[in-house]
């Protein structure tokens, strides 16, 4: 199949739905929060009761305006809903309350690896709810479905990209930026996991060369980064056997089952002109004037992009950089760090080395131990100051996650203060020459590299607090 590929260009372009974090639905009242019991987040205006109206919520629309601004894309003055027309169970009105020809947000971009990713539109609309399949062997062989409509009109802004992207990796890339994107800026969690983001991707295949795009399948509802990736690959094989055994690529939804590792097909893929979409009558169209979105646009927060350049302007490698970013709570904790003063180096190197092995074997974040940015900065000072060195740092950094204590405290306690007094270290490395008579043999007859083996034997004698340059100071003008 790799020959093959060898063959055809990848077109990819997704479709991603991002909950927004409101504390109440788009046009209803009811809560927004996840995991209450089913339907206990309803009423009259969710369930579709005959007589209610909508009321927009002017916090979706600045969360819509926000997002567009962080995607680079236009904001149209007007903006209207429409409904959309389908049957679902979990859809209780028989239509959805969305936007089609006058979104919210129009050509935008983000930039992968310095290309860029255009983004046709991010629409508002309104989501269904869930359904539930029970009894038997769940969704395989379930005997009913239960309809939960805590979901049903919460906040959606459906971010629409072109199809730019031509190769699973690029898609997976886009994506893992956008959700940076929507967490920094404050209106999604990203948590695919629980639904509050998720993908589906429309994939086609072209002979090398062509300018006229294949038929395109689209994926639905993929919920992780690395089930993205498989479905990408999995759909793109499918597509080239079709062809190369003579047959047509048809257009429709397909499902991603990660089980089994491949599609299935879901339904015929709709066109616009199914959905019967027609002006919503409801709600009158919407004016944004200028003041209005320059007013979110001086509120908004520093993008990933910005932040993962800052850094490496402070020296950070675009690798520690960009672990630092994925990670948000990562990165506001160094943010913290670096307004105390602490050295940008000092604090990455603890960052990245002994807090990131603890967060990963303890499967947490960093808001999940007791370390404050405080203390970390103390920790560099201490440091600095030559109070101790950097390998009790590292010793002692552990127990201020644990625990929570000042490093000044523990120092105290325990007596890890460093020793810098010439004298006293002169005696222990004097100490660990005499009893070490053929390596300083061998270290005279040219064996230089040995002269980490006494660094390490006078480390030892002093429990890490000799202070290390003096000790290679030392060392070399005794060993001669």
């Known amino acids: 199949m790799e020959n093959l590929r060898d063959k055809y260009e990848v077109v990819i372009g997704l479709e991603v739905h991002a909950q927004l974090k409101t504390k109440s639905k788009i046009f209803a009242p009811d809560g927004t929060e996840f995991g209450k019991e089913p339907n206990t987040q309803t009423s009259p205006i969710t369930l579709g009761m005959p007589g209610v109206l909508p009321v927009l919520n002017k916090e979706v629309v600045n969360m819509g305006i926000l997002t567009g601004l962080a995607l680079n894309c236009e904001i149209p003055s007007r903006c209207k809903f429409d409904r959309k027309q389908y049957f679902y169970p979990d859809l209780p009105k028989g239509y959805q309350i969305s936007q089609y020809d006058e979104p919210i947000c129009v050509n935008g971009y983000?930039?992968?690896?310095?290309?860029?990713?255009?983004?046709?539109?991010?629409?508002?609309?309104?989501?269904?709810?869930?359904?539930?399949?029970?009894?038997?062997?769940?969704?395989?062989?379930?005997?009913?479905?239960?309809v939960d409509l805590n979901r049903a009109g919460t906040p959606l802004l459906e971010i629409v990209s072109e199809p730019d992207m031509r190769s699973s990796d690029e898609a997976r890339a886009y994506m893992e930026e956008l959700r940076s994107i929507v967490r920094y800026i404050g209106v999604c969690d990203g948590n695919l996991e629980e639904g509050s983001m998720r993908c589906d991707a429309n994939i086609s295949i072209m002979p090398k060369g062509s300018k006229e795009f294949g038929t395109r399948a689209e994926i639905k509802n993929v919920n992780s980064f690395s089930a993205l990736q498989r479905a990408i690959e999995y759909e793109i094989d499918r597509q080239i056997e079709i062809v190369e055994d003579g047959g047509k690529v048809v257009?429709?939804?397909?499902?991603?089952?990660?089980?089994?590792?491949?599609?299935?097909?879901?339904?015929?893929?709709?066109?616009?002109?199914?959905?019967?979409?027609?002006?919503?009558?409801?709600l009158m169209p919407l004016e944004i004037s200028r003041e209005w979105v320059e007013e979110i646009r001086r509120k908004m927060p520093e993008l990933p992009s910005a932040k993962r350049k800052r850094y490496m302007d402070l020296g950070?490698?675009?690798?520690?950089?960009?672990?630092?970013?994925?990670?948000?709570?990562?990165?506001?904790?160094?943010?913290?760090?670096?307004?105390?003063?602490?050295?940008?180096?000092?604090?990455?190197?603890?960052?990245?080395?002994?807090?990131?092995?603890?967060?990963?074997?303890?499967?947490?974040?960093?808001?999940?131990?007791?370390?404050?940015?405080?203390?970390?900065?103390?920790?560099?000072?201490?440091?600095?100051?030559?109070?101790?060195?950097n390998n009790i740092g590292k010793q002692i950094i552990l127990d201020m996650m644990k625990d929570g204590k000042k490093a000044s405290a523990i120092v105290e306690e325990r007596g890890l203060s460093q020793i810098s007094d010439e004298g006293a270290i002169k005696e222990i490395v004097q100490k660990v020459v005499d009893a070490n008579p053929e390596q300083v043999s061998a270290y005279k007859g040219g064996k230089v590299q040995l002269l980490g083996f006494f660094v390490g034997q006078v480390m030892k004698e002093t429990k890490g607090r000799a202070n290390p340059k003096t000790v290679n100071e030392l060392l070399k003008e005794i060993l001669g």
């Open 110 to 146: 983000i930039d992968i690896n310095g290309k860029k990713i255009g983004i046709t539109r991010a629409h508002l609309e309104e989501d269904a709810g869930k359904l539930v399949h029970a009894g038997a062997d769940g969704l395989a062989g379930s005997s009913y479905s239960l």
């Open 251 to 282: 257009q429709e939804t397909r499902l991603w089952d990660d089980n089994s590792r491949e599609t299935r097909s879901m339904r015929g893929k709709e066109d616009a002109h199914d959905y019967r979409y027609f002006p919503e009558p409801d």
């Open 316 to 389: 950070l490698s675009e690798y520690d950089a960009n672990v630092i970013v994925e990670q948000m709570g990562l990165a506001l904790f160094f943010d913290e760090v670096l307004k105390l003063g602490a050295t940008p180096k000092i604090a990455v190197n603890f960052i990245m080395g002994e807090i990131a092995a603890y967060l990963k074997e303890e499967h947490i974040e960093i808001t999940n131990t007791k370390l404050t940015p405080e203390n970390l900065a103390e920790l560099i000072a201490l440091i600095e100051k030559g109070t101790i060195s």
